[in-house]
């Protein structure tokens, strides 16, 4: 019938065939699976096989199958239990040289993982995940802290022309700054300036000897607590954005006493991928070059270096000296994104900074075109090894120079920083960069695979409610609207379906709340249903023929519907975009809901019911 | 089956005084709820204290959980830790019956792990504190600050799209509303003392989500009645609006009530905050979408001119071909 063009009923029958593929892995559940990674004196083969399934066999564990995969051995079990107890068995067998971990084991048949269909992924609460400690290096602050001070009285000494012998550290960490002036007039000077600039400094006059008149300015002590809270604050805020640009929804992220954090992700077996975005300390350095490739071979065969440069080396260990001041670094980034360099074609990451590092960027490059830049990466990883039987942690940092080039022209805000060596590389750098730098290192200090908070009984009665629910609003539409009660049941059945597809694609973490937030958008799906059956009953109600009455029911509807659902969607865009944990991940779902419920519960019932009606003379309508 | 009688001429508008009065009160006694006795917040809002219980035999989590509940914790977040025999406990310090809430506003740690570990004990002699630790908030300050920006951009969205679509009194008229059922809402949950978390934050949200999308099926009935009438009388036409959408309000309700029912009666205790909040929401959302949001309309005086397709009325645009 010309109500119902044939391409719609196309639309609807690809999309509700593509809804169905999409949705599809959710029904292969993955199975609980132990997985067994080799440490440093470990090996995985044949004979670890035997050794594991010979454990399993002892402690009267029962195994659905031991699989050897390239690196690491898969064993799966039935349930969550037999897993756990088979992870006991398998450490107490294999000792220190192997990690055990927990993982799933997919189940979903290969054709569908080749044309990209994948299972939601649970939720921490359904399924567990990983669990992080993380000991925030405050040491590392106060250095910082002490270091820029005595740089800044330095340079304010000179401005101001007061004579000085020396600024330094003191040895001891806390201890403060040392100032050291050559006379009597000049140390009263020194302190008044200091004084009144640095209001957080404690200052004390040492013991003057000879021509040495010292200043002890130390850091006032509620002034490094301050820092010590707010270092903290800023690592969450730092570990929050990294780990929500990681894709992994519904993290935790939480303080623990002084200088821990707690991390928890959902679903996440492969901790070492995890470890790296998160504990990971990369930025860029952006120095000026300094002298010419020669003085830098020269430099690094003879040891000596210009007071005033540093050595580095790039990756293929071609020396480079750069000038110690440094023109902008990573914390002054606003933004990081992955390109390709348009002249080379190679990866490149683009950055955008901030107005004080746009300046600092611009002023530089202003007086120094013609002249080399170098960028340097610096990584700060933690090396764990065991030493007399005890843990020694020795943090290793590692910079290298990634690109250096001469400055073709003056620029501020954005540049691109090439130099990388692969596509990968570039985009993990601007993950890391966009997720803004660590005030502090942190060392993961304890790692665990957690299991889901909810257990079983729970899960088990959210879905047996999700199911009744949705069983009693089925029931109530066909009894209250009849045959376009029974069509919109339909409809709404393929909703939950393309629901579920479109989160499984988009990759939405499903969680207990998420699961309440489907039962609502059902619930509430129903309404455009709703809508389109009153109106054509009033239409019949005014007269009207049932053909017409449809036909103005869902053209009336569609207009109520389209500024009511608009509306809500504005309302849940903002919870996707602004809300995080829960509620993100409740609101992505509300967002998908919204779309496809549009879609299923007015073109999807059209076109059940233009199939039904369209070529019939009705006298009456079932509704 | 029809429910109800569509010819209903229920004058809604007739007892505006009186229903906006109610409105007016419940949101005044609300913000005084709320400034007074405050919201109970969830671990996710406050913190709290966080334990490893050790035990010599395997254990289910769903057993501590009991034994936890027994003892009057009945908002502990249990969780099993790498292997059978350890599990990670996380609760808030008023939660223990025992300690009091804090003396003198410091969280005595001991004491907690303590009445935990004896609580532990008296079900399964074998558990053992192994750790304890103070936790912070997951909510960090950034998502509060960040939910009242969404909030504004929420406010400001609708109010814009109502304003384009529709008119401003209509904007205006649905973020009056709207900010009465949230109030509302979180004013019952003030009242009730009932704690207030994460979920049950998403789940106010919702609400909004809800309760826009009522009024917006009103008002496009207002709009359509009055471009319809060749003489529009606000007050018949904003009656003949709420009555002929009265079915609909009330079915859509009723059909998301059942799904939310059914989530509180059967869905087990973590979905108990979302569903009671829904249920609650519904509840106010609808009663508002009757009761309040029209009368407002009528008072910022919306008329039949402003509601015109604005094209007609420009003669510019009218003379061209």
């Known amino acids: ?623 | 089956m029809e429910i109800f009688n569509h010819n209903a001429n229920v004058n809604f508008l007739g007892m505006r005084k009186f229903s906006v009065g109610i409105a007016i009160l419940l949101m005044l006694a609300s913000i005084a709820l709320i400034a007074v006795k405050g919201l109970n917040y969830g671990l996710d809002f406050t913190g709290g204290v966080s334990l490893v219980v050790d035990y010599d035999q395997p254990v289910q989590v769903g057993d501590v959980r009991a034994a936890l509940e027994k003892g009057g914790m009945e908002h502990a977040v249990v969780q099993s830790m790498g292997g059978t025999k350890e599990v990670s406990i996380r609760l808030q310090p008023k939660d223990d019956p025992q300690s009091g809430v804090s003396t003198g506003g410091k969280v005595n740690l001991d004491k907690i792990a303590d009445d935990v570990t004896k609580t532990l004990q008296a079900a399964r002699p074998d558990a053992k504190l192994k750790s304890r630790d103070y936790v912070g908030s997951a909510v960090g300050e950034e998502l509060r600050s960040d939910g009242i920006v969404a909030a504004i951009v929420v406010v400001l969205g609708i109010g814009l799209y109502l304003g384009i679509r529709f008119e401003w009194r209509f904007a205006v008229a649905a973020i009056a509303t709207e900010a009465h059922d949230a109030l509302v809402t979180v004013g019952i949950f003030a009242l009730t003392q009932r704690e207030f978390d994460l979920t049950v934050l998403a789940s106010v949200l919702a609400v909004i989500g809800y309760s826009i999308n009522d009024k917006v099926v009103v008002f496009d009935r207002v709009r359509e009645l009055f471009r319809l009438a060749r003489k529009a009388e606000p007050e018949e036409i904003l009656n003949r609006s709420i009555n002929n959408t009265l079915s609909r309000t009330i079915i859509t309700a009723l059909f998301t009530a059942i799904t939310m029912a059914a989530l509180y009666f059967f869905g087990g205790p973590v979905v108990h905050g979302f569903a009671i909040t829904m249920l609650i929401g519904i509840l106010v959302g609808t009663l508002s979408s009757i009761f309040v949001a029209s009368p407002i309309l009528l008072w910022l005086g919306v008329s039949k001119q402003d509601l015109m397709p604005k094209t007609k009325e420009n003669p510019e645009l009218a003379r061209r071909p």
């Open chain 1, 1 to 623: 019938m010309s109500d119902f063009p044939r391409w719609k009923y196309a639309l609807v029958a690809i999309v509700l065939v593509l809804g169905i593929v999409y949705a599809l892995p959710n029904v292969f559940l993955p199975v609980p699976a132990v997985q067994i990674t080799a440490n440093r004196n470990g090996t995985v083969d044949q004979a670890l096989e035997q050794k594991v399934t010979d454990a399993l066999k002892k402690a009267n564990v029962v195994s659905t199958g031991v699989e050897l995969n390239n690196d690491h051995l898969l064993a799966s079990f039935t349930n969550p239990d037999v897993q756990k107890s088979a992870s006991d068995a398998i450490k107490a067998a294999l000792g220190d040289d192997y990690t055990v971990a927990f993982n799933l084991k997919s189940t979903v048949p290969h054709w569908l993982t080749a044309i990209g269909a994948k299972s939601m992924p649970l939720g921490l609460d359904l399924q567990g995940g990983v669990h992080f400690l993380m000991q925030v290096d405050q040491d590392d602050v106060i250095d910082k802290q002490e270091t820029r001070y005595a740089d800044d009285i330095r340079s304010a000494l000179r401005e101001k022309n007061i004579r000085y012998d020396s600024v330094v550290r003191n040895g001891q960490r806390g201890q403060g700054v040392s100032v050291v002036l050559k006379s009597a007039e000049d140390r009263t000077a020194a302190a008044n300036l200091i004084a009144t600039d640095y209001p957080d400094l404690t200052l004390t006059d040492g013991a003057a000897t000879g021509d040495r008149f010292p200043i002890i300015a130390v850091v006032r002590p509620d002034k490094l607590r301050e820092l010590s809270v707010n270092t903290i604050r800023q690592n969450l805020g730092t570990l929050r954005n990294r780990i929500n640009a990681l894709g992994v929804s519904e993290p935790i992220i939480q303080q623990q006493g002084d200088s821990r954090i707690v991390v928890e992700l959902a679903g996440v077996q492969d901790t070492a991928e995890a470890k790296k975005i998160i504990g990971a300390t990369a930025t860029l350095e952006y120095r000026s070059g300094y002298g010419t490739p020669q003085q830098a071979i020269d430099a690094q065969r003879s040891g000596i270096v210009p007071p005033d440069a540093r050595l580095y080396k790039d990756r293929d260990g071609r020396p480079y000296l750069l000038s110690k001041n440094i023109i902008v670094t990573g914390d002054q980034l606003v933004d990081a994104s992955s390109s390709f360099d348009q002249q080379s074609g190679s990866p490149a990451v683009s950055v955008t900074l901030n107005a004080a590092g746009a300046k600092k960027m611009l002023d530089f490059t202003t007086g120094n075109v013609g002249k080399p830049m170098g960028v340097v990466y610096v990584e700060r990883v933690v090396d764990t090894k065991i030493v007399d039987g005890k843990e020694v942690r020795t943090p290793k940092i590692t910079e290298e120079v990634i690109n250096y080039a001469t400055i073709n022209g003056v620029f501020g805000k954005n540049f691109q920083t090439t130099g990388l060596r692969s596509a990968k590389e570039a985009s993990e750098l601007a993950l890391l960069l966009k997720g803004g730098s660590l005030a502090a290192p942190v060392d993961i200090v304890e790692e665990r695979v957690i299991g889901p908070s909810l257990g079983q009984d729970n899960i088990q009665k959210g879905l047996r409610a999700v199911t009744l629910g949705l069983a009693l609003v089925l029931l109530a539409a066909a009894f209250y609207y009849k045959l376009f009660g029974l069509v919109a049941d339909v409809a709404l059945f393929f909703n939950l379906v393309i629901l579920v597809a479109v989160m499984s694609a988009v990759g939405v973490t499903l969680t207990m709340p998420g699961i309440a937030g489907i039962v609502l958008t059902l619930g509430m799906a129903i309404d455009a249903n709703v809508l389109i059956c009153e109106r054509i009953r009033e239409e019949l109600r005014n007269g009207s023929s049932p053909h017409a009455s449809i036909r103005a029911g869902y053209d009336k509807a569609w207009a109520t519907i389209l500024d009511a659902n608009v509306t809500h969607l504005i309302a849940a865009l903002a919870l996707t975009t602004m809300g995080s944990g829960p509620i993100k991940g409740f609101g992505v779902t509300l967002l998908i809901g919204i779309l496809t419920s549009m879609f299923t519960s007015v073109t999807v019932t059209h076109a059940i019911t233009a199939l039904i009606h369209g070529h019939r003379k009705l006298k009456t309508l079932s509704v």
